[in-house]
């Protein structure tokens, strides 16, 4: 069964830090682009970041995140982090993960409209002012 499992979410205050896993299983990891988005309520859902688990490791970053935000992954545990530094009241959502199978990710796979093969259950982040 696959499964993506975030956590790390929380609540902090604004300018602080927190960092997000998503720990996946049933798949075999390689070769997959891993992003991360994030849903506000009555808002659209939000690409933040998307890292490839192959070998280039090519990442990509919504604007809004560029320089405070940072992706990375460990292959061997399966796990992909969202590291979140200077955190702003604006940045308070529900956090997934989702996968697919890319042998390239390209930067697209943030586009809100991408179809990803699997989702996690998401994590909540709240940032107060």
């Known amino acids: 069964e696959v499964q993506l499992v975030e956590s790390g979410g929380g609540l902090v205050q604004a300018g602080g830090s927190l960092r997000l896993s998503c720990v996946a299983s049933?798949?075999?990891?390689?070769?997959?682009?891993i992003a991360w988005f994030r849903q506000a309520p009555g808002k659209e859902r939000e690409g933040v970041s998307v890292?490839?688990?192959?070998?280039?490791?090519?990442?990509y970053y919504a604007d809004s995140v560029r320089g405070r935000f940072t992706i990375s992954s460990d292959n061997a545990k399966k796990t992909v982090y969202l590291q979140m530094n200077n955190l702003k009241p604006e940045d308070t959502a529900v956090y997934y993960c989702?996968?697919?199978?890319?042998?390239?990710?390209?930067?697209?796979?943030?586009?809100?409209?991408?179809?990803?093969?699997?989702w996690g259950q998401g994590t909540q982040v709240t940032v107060s002012s």
């Open positions: 049933g798949f075999t990891f390689g070769d997959y682009a």
């Open positions: 890292i490839s688990t192959g070998v280039d490791g090519t990442v």
């Open positions: 989702a996968a697919e199978r890319a042998f390239l990710v390209v930067r697209s796979h943030l586009s809100s409209k991408y179809e990803y093969d699997y």
